[in-house]
């Protein structure tokens, strides 16, 4: 749950902007204050992941309420009536989001667009990579004003190390072209061949004046270029307009690759992910788990309740195995009344305990109709093992399921065939 405060003395204001929030961003609580002595009695007794502030209160007319919001760390957006020199003056030298103004209606959406965007980047991480370390420093501390996570590099040999060991946490890279080892443009070069454009966001940086620079960066897959000097503003500006656009293009592959009813994935994104996480079990030699959980007798709970409790106990089973395995672990549903599973990093020992505490809650499982009491089990064959493609650890699965079906249900069976 995300936590802002909004200081304005106008009430009009506070509600518009209370009301464009909560629209905009889920999760989120709403505190309002009209006065700096109303904020002040609020920042005592809570914590706030961001905060926007009108420069003129009744008791503050000189901005005061900015740097008490500052003073907590907080981000603060800046509301005001108009924007001239002085306005932003304030925001260069105070650690400032940016500002709106608030005559405008229309900017409204924009204070929330740009709030969502602040708290998102708690949790998003950003390298720049620049051989100079004012430079580097410099857009390093913009960033840092954004409540950006920071990463720093001096060379595009150092950046790929980071990213390396920060496997898919880094949503973007601002690239420097003039460096010793590689240049920006065989470093985005690199990133292309690696990193998806809709995964991994690169923001070319330059100060040469070669024609056809920019074009060429974005030929070799950058998703947007800066030339040197900027702006903090157009610094600003680029950085949350792409980190914008990778999660939207997020959101669109999350809602492709979940099942409606279940909310888990689906068989699709199972194989993708699947395969990825085979290629780094060849690479590191540690065996993987597969594991094909199937609810017993499902046609009979369709049959005797109808669909509609058929779909209760889909949505149960999912909810069930999500409580049971790790946030490492890929969980999907594979069909109709089959769901899958692949763990890493466990022993055959951690396998079976797993597996057979899953079977055990199923057997334990008790959920209320109005008129009756559903109960089901569920089979499990797994897979455990170190080699093969994903596809024959599939296969291995499913033929101990059958076993574990053909013997009586409500059972687990494991195959490890190369151990």
Do not use: W
């Amino acid at each position: 749950m995300h936590h802002v405060l909004i200081i304005d003395d106008s009430s009009f204001v506070l509600n518009v902007v209370e009301k464009a929030l909560t629209k905009e961003i889920a999760q989120l609580t709403v505190h309002k204050a009209k006065s700096l002595f109303e904020a002040n009695a609020l920042l005592k007794t809570n914590t706030y992941h961001a905060a926007i502030v009108d420069i003129n209160l009744p008791d503050s007319n000189q901005g005061e309420a900015i740097d008490v919001v500052l003073l907590k760390n907080i981000p603060a957006i800046i509301l005001t009536a108009n924007i001239d020199e002085s306005i932003r003056k304030i925001v260069l030298e105070k650690n400032i989001v940016g500002f709106v103004a608030k005559s405008d209606p229309n900017n409204i959406s924009y204070v929330a667009s740009l709030t969502k965007r602040v708290l998102n980047n708690y949790n998003t991480t950003v390298l720049v990579v620049d051989d100079f370390k004012s430079s580097r420093s410099f857009i390093a501390k913009q960033l840092k004003k954004l409540h950006l996570n920071v990463l720093e590099a001096s060379s595009a040999l150092e950046a790929i190390e980071i990213l390396k060991c920060h496997e898919n946490t880094i949503s973007m890279v601002l690239t420097d072209y003039e460096m010793p080892d590689m240049n920006g443009l065989e470093f985005t070069f690199y990133l292309r061949q690696n990193y998806r454009k809709d995964s991994l966001g690169v923001i070319a940086i330059s100060a040469t004046e070669e024609i056809g620079l920019s074009t060429q960066f974005l030929k070799y897959g950058a998703n947007d270029f800066l030339h040197k000097p900027f702006t903090i503003e157009e610094l600003t500006v680029r950085v949350n307009s792409n980190l914008e656009l990778l999660e939207m293009f997020h959101e669109k592959k999350e809602l492709a690759s979940r099942d409606f009813l279940s909310g888990l994935y689906n068989r699709r994104y199972f194989i993708e992910h699947g395969h990825l996480i085979v290629k780094k079990m060849i690479r590191n030699e540690f065996p993987v788990a597969v594991a094909i959980i199937d609810i017993d007798h499902f046609k009979r709970i369709n049959d005797t309740y109808g669909h509609d409790v058929g779909d209760l106990a889909i949505q149960a089973t999912a909810n069930m195995l999500e409580g049971c395995l790790r946030k490492s672990d890929l969980l999907a549903r594979y069909g109709g009344e089959e769901f899958c599973m692949m763990m890493e990093n466990l022993t055959l020992e951690q396998v079976e305990h797993v597996t057979e505490k899953i079977r055990h809650q199923f057997e334990q499982f008790r959920f209320k109709l109005p008129t009756d009491t559903l109960t089901f089990t569920v089979s499990i064959g797994v897979y455990y093992g170190k080699s093969g493609s994903l596809e024959s650890m599939i296969t291995v699965a499913d033929e101990a399921l059958y076993t574990a079906k053909d013997t009586g249900r409500n059972k687990v069976v494991i195959t490890s065939p190369t151990l």
